[in-house]
């Protein structure tokens, strides 16, 4: 069954450094989102995108974030310069349509610590 | 943002019986509603969804009902097995593409 693959699975990195979170979506999928996780708290959205554009972003996602498909696969989520607080469980997700009864797959997450 | 409200953070429940997650919305525009289950470590894996035209979907074990009148949803496990144990996400969706989940609840199914 295809699924919603992320690397890296843990990222532990320091005040002010930038990381990029990687995702594969389903092949055929063509809406893809990021939303994150803070330890305790509930999954929120950041960011959906469609066809090379983000479509929607929360107010979380502000200018350190920026999202990329830079190739046919991956799908990538950079945090410029990454603060305390960035540190969270962050969820691709892609979807195949925008229709209204589509469901949302999420993969499997990355863990980003933030020192 | 309360949109999406999971009011019992824990629930146990013996294996065999029914198990009964809420969820409630505060957002009359919410037309999709949908159940996540996750387990540590893992992403949210869909589990039913519902759209606001009906007012019962099953499939399986699992059934969501809504009621839009008291903007309401529920999801029924039965018979519960012990592999059910996890965290469930309500997670409604209106006008847009971005989900808004509740704080979910922990279901734990013991022998």
């Known amino acids: 069954e295809p699924e919603v693959t992320q690397t890296p699975s843990h990222q532990v990195t320091q005040m002010g450094q930038e990381v990029i979170l990687r995702c594969v979506p389903i092949?055929?999928?063509?809406?893809f989102y990021w939303y994150r996780q803070i330890l305790g708290q509930k999954v929120e959205f950041l960011v959906s995108?469609?066809?090379?554009?983000?479509?929607?972003k929360s107010e979380i996602f502000d200018d350190q974030f920026s999202v990329e498909r830079p190739d046919g696969s991956n799908f990538t989520l950079k945090i410029r310069s990454t603060k305390l607080e960035d540190s969270a469980m962050y969820f691709c997700?892609?979807?195949?349509?925008?229709?209204?009864?589509?469901?949302?797959?999420f993969g499997p997450g990355t863990r980003l610590l933030v020192l | 943002d309360q949109q999406v409200k999971q009011n019992s953070p824990s629930l146990s429940v013996q294996e065999g019986r029914i198990s009964i997650l809420n969820c409630d919305y505060t957002n009359s525009m919410f037309d999709y509603f949908l159940w996540y289950k996750k387990y540590p470590a893992e992403g949210p894996t869909f589990l039913i969804s519902i759209s606001s035209i009906k007012d019962k979907n099953e499939d399986g074990r699992f059934t969501v009902f809504l009621n839009k009148s008291a903007k309401h949803l529920s999801l029924h496990i039965v018979p519960s097995q012990p592999g059910d144990s996890a965290v469930y996400f309500c997670a409604a969706r209106g006008g847009t593409d971005k989900l808004i989940f509740g704080t979910g609840t922990r279901l734990q199914v013991f022998p």
């Open positions: 995108f469609y066809n090379n554009e983000i479509s929607e």
């Open positions: 997700a892609s979807c195949i349509a925008r229709a209204h009864q589509e469901t949302q797959y």
């Open positions: 092949s055929n999928h063509l809406y």
